[in-house]
Every structure is written in structure tokens, then in C-alpha cells.
């Protein structure tokens, strides 16, 4: 057999290469496409007195035998893992999704069970700019959250916010090159009193009972001011819906329908930056049966006068990056239902006072620590305090 030649072999070679380069160039782009993210996430919280609920800072619990009774807790509860899908895309629509749960879904301290987050798809119309989203997600209320590692981000602490099923429309008009007006309406899941939302004990969510949606929405303003690449943000937002109670005797429905609460909240939010580093945002709102949206410090109805509870909060908070690797701030939040509208013990008022820090030690990892005093007030009895130091290692992908 004669050798091959070294001139055939380098041609047929390149004749390959040229033939695989051409066939990658035109193979069509693919119409959907999955990027995961999240991260690993350490907290280490100590707390000179309990809190409700240890690694989550609500609120201060009230002292047992009149003593302050310290802990420490450790938990991986906040490693979150999330999917966003982009794409098919049409002519008429853009397509995209999002899929997130974490770890705090109960479960044991060393054994978490998972818990959905997020999961909605989004429909933008190519020609309107109407956005339709469809799933579960944040409030649509919400502008702005404060930054802190604390899971609890101020709730029942001066920031309203929730996740839920919902269907959003937002309307997004260009008013300048960087000033944009929308206007957000959705209908999402009515949520009942409590952790079970079953306050008549009648086996039905009381949110559900109401048969109807929740509505959400408001007008939101991104605008230019004092940074000219980094628009102002201003929000004038809320909600409102109802609850239905069933007259109930020893856990057993004896009339239906016979009790009904309304919720709602209205809300001003503002993000400002002052400087290209420094920025200041805050919230301030004043609503009725506010728990399953963490407001009212955990407290939505007062059975034996009849009525829900009052509240009015907010908080602010100063962010400042200090360089590339490391951002601080300093906060305050506050929880104020009206003393009226509570039973003799009820949380009467509750407040957070905070500063950290987040330093990047690669662009991967993440040091973060916070020190909050904490302040919940009770009607007619001992104001509970905490000093609250909260150690963070996170590594995001």
C-alpha cells in the first residue's frame, strides 16, 4: 500500500475543518435556553435575646421571666437555586421564564426542607410593550427592598412584601431617553390570617373563602435627577381584598360566610441616587390587615372587637459603595399598628435599627455582617430589646 500523501492529508484536513467551521455557522440558534443561578449561602446569628424566628429577625420575643435569654443559631436555610429560561422568541412576543425555591419550607435545622420562591413566565408584546407576567412572584406592589443578609429583610419591621400566585400587566411608557412611566395592575392569590390562613379554624382558607383575587398595582416613575446614568425611582402603590369567615363551634362549620375583613395597604416608595456611590431608598405606607403581607408586626384581625388592625411603618436605608469590592449601609424600619385596634399583650409597636457590610473577596464570594438593635413594644406590658449580630459567607454563581 503506498503512504498517503502529506499534501492530500493537509488538504483533506482542511477541507474538514473548513466544512464543520461552515455547518456551526449555520445551524440555527437554539429557540430556548436555560441558565441556572443562586447561591451558597452561611448565616451565623446571635441574638441577646430570642427572636421570632431565630435566623429570621421579626421581632423580639417577649423575655422569659423577665430575663433576656441569648442565642446563636447556624443555617443554610437561605442557599437559593433558581433557572432562567429565555426564548422561543416570535416576531409578535418575547418569551422568558424563571424558576427559584431555597430551604425554608420548615423542616429541621440541619435537615431544611426546600420551598418554592418564584416560578412565573413572562410575555412582552414586541409592538405595545406590554408585559404579562403569569406564576408566582413578588408583590406587585414592591419598588424597592432594602439590602441586608437577614431572610427576613425587615418584614413586620417596616418593608411590606410577599410572594404569590398572581397575573401582572405592566405598561411601561418612554416619556425621554431615560424616563420611563409604568403602570402595574395584577390579580394574585387572597391569603387568610395566620400561618394557615384558616383563622376560623373551619378547615378553608379564609382568603380563598372570599372568592376573590386580591388586586395589586400602582404607577411607577424612573427618572433621571442627580445621576444621569442612574435613574431615580418613585412608586405610589398598593393593594386591597378581602377575607370571609365561617361561624364555626369546636373546629365545625355552623354557618358560612358570616364574617368578612378587608385588607389594604397604600404605599410611597423612592429610590434616589445621590452620588454615582450613594444612594438612599425607603418606603412609607399606612394599611388594614397587613400580616400576610408582614406588616402590622404579624398581627391582620382582632376577633373579639370585630375589626382588623391598623398599621403605618416604612424604613429607609443609605447605601454607599465604598469601591468595586465593598458596599455599606445604614438603616432604620418600623412596624406601628394602632394601640386601639390590639388585645391587651399585642405586639404595639416594633422597630430595627441596622447597619452592614458586604465585601467581595472574589467575584464569586461574598463576606457579609450586620449589627441591628431591636426594639418590639407590647400593649401593656415590657418593651423586649436585642443587640443582633449576623455573619454571612455566600457564594454566588
Not at 68 to 73: F, R, T, V
Not at 208 to 229: E, I, M, R, Y
Request: glycine residues 12%.
Amino acid at each position: 500500500m503506498k503512504p498517503f500523501p502529506m499534501a492530500r492529508c493537509v488538504a483533506t484536513v482542511a477541507v474538514a475543518v473548513s466544512f464543520g467551521a461552515r455547518a456551526q455557522t449555520a445551524a440555527p440558534a437554539p429557540s430556548l435556553t436555560i441558565k441556572p443561578y443562586g447561591y451558597i449561602k452561611l448565616d451565623a446569628v446571635y441574638d441577646s435575646s430570642r427572636t421570632s424566628v431565630g435566623d429570621l429577625g421579626f421581632y423580639v420575643l417577649p423575655y422569659n421571666a423577665g430575663q433576656k435569654d441569648a442565642e446563636l443559631n447556624l443555617s443554610m436555610r437561605d442557599t437559593r437555586i433558581g433557572l432562567n429560561f429565555t426564548g422561543p422568541e416570535t416576531d409578535r412576543f418575547v418569551t422568558t421564564a424563571r424558576l427559584e425555591g431555597d430551604f425554608v419550607g420548615g423542616g429541621t435545622a440541619t435537615s431544611p426542607n426546600p420551598r418554592l420562591r418564584v416560578a412565573y413566565l413572562d410575555l412582552v408584546c414586541k409592538r405595545t410593550g406590554l408585559q404579562v407576567r403569569a406564576g408566582q412572584d413578588w408583590d406587585t406592589f414592591i419598588v424597592v427592598h432594602p439590602q441586608t443578609p437577614d431572610l427576613a429583610i425587615l418584614g413586620q419591621a417596616g418593608h411590606l412584601y410577599g410572594r404569590r400566585p398572581q397575573l401582572r400587566f405592566t405598561l411601561p411608557v418612554k416619556l425621554g431617553e431615560k424616563t420611563v412611566f409604568s403602570t402595574r395592575l395584577a390579580v394574585a392569590r387572597a391569603v387568610g390570617e395566620g400561618a394557615s390562613g384558616d383563622l376560623d379554624g373551619g378547615g378553608q382558607d379564609d382568603g380563598a373563602d372570599a372568592t376573590t383575587p386580591n388586586l395589586q398595582g400602582g404607577f411607577v416613575l424612573d427618572v433621571p435627577l442627580l445621576v444621569s446614568d442612574k435613574p431615580a425611582k418613585f412608586g405610589v402603590t398598593g393593594h386591597w381584598g378581602r377575607e370571609t369567615l365561617d361561624t364555626t363551634v369546636s373546629n365545625r362549620v355552623s354557618a358560612v360566610d358570616t364574617t368578612e375583613f378587608t385588607t389594604w395597604s397604600l404605599i410611597g416608595s423612592a429610590q434616589i441616587p445621590l452620588t454615582p456611590s450613594v444612594t438612599l431608598s425607603g418606603t412609607i405606607w399606612r394599611g388594614e390587615n397587613l400580616d400576610s403581607y408582614l406588616g402590622g408586626v404579624g398581627q391582620g384581625v382582632n376577633r373579639t372587637l370585630g375589626t382588623e388592625i391598623a398599621a403605618k411603618g416604612g424604613w429607609a436605608q443609605l447605601l454607599v459603595e465604598a469601591s468595586a469590592a465593598l458596599t455599606w449601609g445604614a438603616g432604620y424600619g418600623v412596624d406601628d399598628p394602632d394601640d386601639g385596634d390590639l388585645a391587651a399583650g399585642g405586639r404595639a409597636r416594633n422597630e430595627r435599627l441596622f447597619a452592614n457590610l458586604f465585601y467581595k473577596l472574589t467575584p464569586a464570594v461574598i463576606v457579609a455582617a450586620e449589627y441591628s438593635r431591636m426594639t418590639t413594644a407590647y400593649k401593656g406590658g415590657t418593651d423586649a430589646e436585642a443587640d443582633r449580630v449576623h455573619g454571612s459567607l455566600i457564594f454566588r454563581f
